[in-house]
């Protein structure tokens, strides 16, 4: 089993469109949690760090739920120019190694 | 958030020749680390490039095959030693400035082909 997993996708959805990712993680001790964005043939950039009590950047929503080990990302009002590859990253407490999911590839339809 | 950059881009190889990749970055930084991404994959850190000692590497990575320099807190190297066609590889190198976050920040990445 991977540390961390996403379902591949891809997720093709319309203009406008809220669409959700999960991810999730089965080291326990993770302890911080990221979603960066990678456009094709680029470079992952980070999108939203993920607190345990949950934040919102426009219209990104990230969760976490420690419960049941996994973090979400909500996406609403989706652009065209959210299509890319969403990867969930979750890091060790107390250490910076990354450890990143598949990706999830959105394509938002016009 | 820091300005990085990566020489080369691209290259296409030889097997058996090695690349040594670059990495700069505008502004002092405590962490350096190097990824690997093959093709459709996501990213896996090779060694986290540690000013003033040796890198620390992941399981599955070894000096012999990827040695990295890190001689002071704004550069560091990757070489891709002895290569074959599996390390065709987009490798990517990521920083942290040190800050209370965990928060990396990505490179542009050398896109190695190996033939």
């Known amino acids: 089993r991977k540390e961390v997993e996403q379902d591949p996708g891809p997720f093709n959805v319309p203009e406008g469109a809220t669409v959700a990712f999960n991810c999730t993680y089965s080291?326990?001790?993770?302890?911080?949690f990221f979603w960066y964005r990678q456009d094709c043939r680029k470079e992952p950039k980070l999108l939203m760090s993920?607190?345990?009590s949950g934040n919102e950047d426009g219209r990104f929503t990230a969760q976490l739920n420690r419960a049941s080990q996994y973090i979400s990302l909500l996406i609403r009002d989706s652009k065209l120019s959210d299509s890319a590859t969403y990867l969930c990253v979750a890091s060790t407490s107390g250490t910076y190694k990354y450890i990143f999911g598949t990706g999830t590839r959105l394509k938002v339809l016009a | 958030s820091a300005v990085i950059s990566q020489k080369p881009s691209r290259d296409i190889c030889q097997r058996g020749t090695s690349l040594t990749i670059q990495c700069q970055v505008d502004s002092q930084v405590t962490m350096m680390f190097w990824y690997r991404q093959q093709p459709g994959q996501s990213l896996t850190l090779i060694a986290t490039?540690?000013?003033?000692?040796?890198?620390?590497?992941e399981s599955g990575f070894v000096i012999d095959k990827f040695p990295i320099s890190r001689p002071n807190l704004t550069f560091s190297t990757l070489t891709v030693s002895n290569m074959s066609p599996e390390d065709s590889s987009i490798y990517l190198c990521s920083v942290n400035s040190g800050s209370s976050s965990y928060e990396q920040y990505f490179g542009p990445g050398t896109r190695l082909t190996v033939t």
């Open positions: 490039a540690n000013q003033g000692s040796e890198a620390t590497y």
């Open positions: 080291n326990s001790a993770s302890q911080s």
């Open positions: 993920v607190y345990s």
